[in-house]
């Protein structure tokens, strides 16, 4: 079986104006420069996606979404449907993230149905799970992270490019790290369930952390069993953050 490169994807959630474009030209620069082991992509707020798509056209960092409607198409007011993204020179987008699961009380089945969509736009998902910390601290983030998995990714990812990126959410901003044995127990599982649905397919797909990646746990987190890159918030707002933890991989 080959390994796929692992992602090191940028999620710079409701942050980024303008200016923002230039630190996305400082990491291309360097992605250039320097072609690192990982598949990088950055994930702007919507209103950036067209602009990021072409000050990087032609550079080795691709651009995604962070969320997309499950319908085609429609009467939805501020939303944004998968062909947009696409439109817009996004090839990924991610999906479930916990503050939409959260804020939005977005189900595992509607995320799915945004995967499914994604997908028929051609969008490669990064599929999110992770538990609370009461759900930790109760015994419970295999359960719930299981369950996430299990419930939030349609048959059709079948054969189709996609990751997963595990998330505790409990990790997110908030500076605090599991330690890497829990993260491999958690990845250990997820890996499972993706075997069991998909196969020798399921065996490639990247399990990407995420939550407080930084420069200086970037390479111990990366180098973790069953680590297949990383989803990063904060840490890839800044170009010289972002770089480091690229360079980790
Ligand atoms: C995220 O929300 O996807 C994330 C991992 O955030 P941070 O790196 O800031 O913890």
């Known amino acids: 079986l080959t390994t796929p490169r692992p992602l090191i994807a940028g999620n710079w959630k409701m942050f980024g104006l303008e200016a ?41 960092v691709l651009v995604g979404g962070q969320d997309c409607h499950p319908a085609a198409q429609g009467a939805y007011t501020g939303d944004i449907s998968a062909a947009m993204l696409v439109d ?37 998902p990064i599929i999110c799970c992770g538990e609370s910390l009461a759900q930790r601290e109760a015994g419970q983030a295999e359960a719930i992270v299981t369950g ?28 605090l790290t599991p330690t890497t044995a829990d993260i491999a127990a958690i990845h250990k599982a997820i890996r499972a369930i993706l075997v069991e649905r998909f196969g020798d397919h399921g065996a490639s797909v990247p399990i990407l952390y995420g939550g407080s990646v930084k420069p200086e746990n970037a390479a111990e987190i990366l180098a973790t069993e069953d680590v297949g890159g990383a989803l990063v918030g904060g840490a890839s707002l800044k170009a010289k953050d972002f770089l480091a933890i690229i360079n980790a991989a």
């Open 20 to 60: 923002s474009l230039d630190e996305a030209r400082a990491v291309a620069a360097a992605v250039s420069e320097a072609p690192p082991a990982a598949r990088v992509a950055i994930c702007p707020p919507a209103t950036l996606l067209h602009r990021l798509a072409e000050t990087l056209s032609g550079e080795p």
């Open 148 to 175: 996430q998995i299990r419930n939030s990714l349609p048959a059709s990812l079948a054969g189709q490019a996609f990751a997963v990126a595990y998330e505790p959410i409990w990790a997110i901003g908030t500076g």
């Open 88 to 124: 817009a020179g996004a090839r990924l987008v991610i999906l479930g993230h916990s503050e939409r699961r959260g804020g939005y009380g977005e189900s595992c089945e509607l995320v799915a149905s945004k995967v499914e969509a994604a997908l028929a736009a051609g969008l490669e």
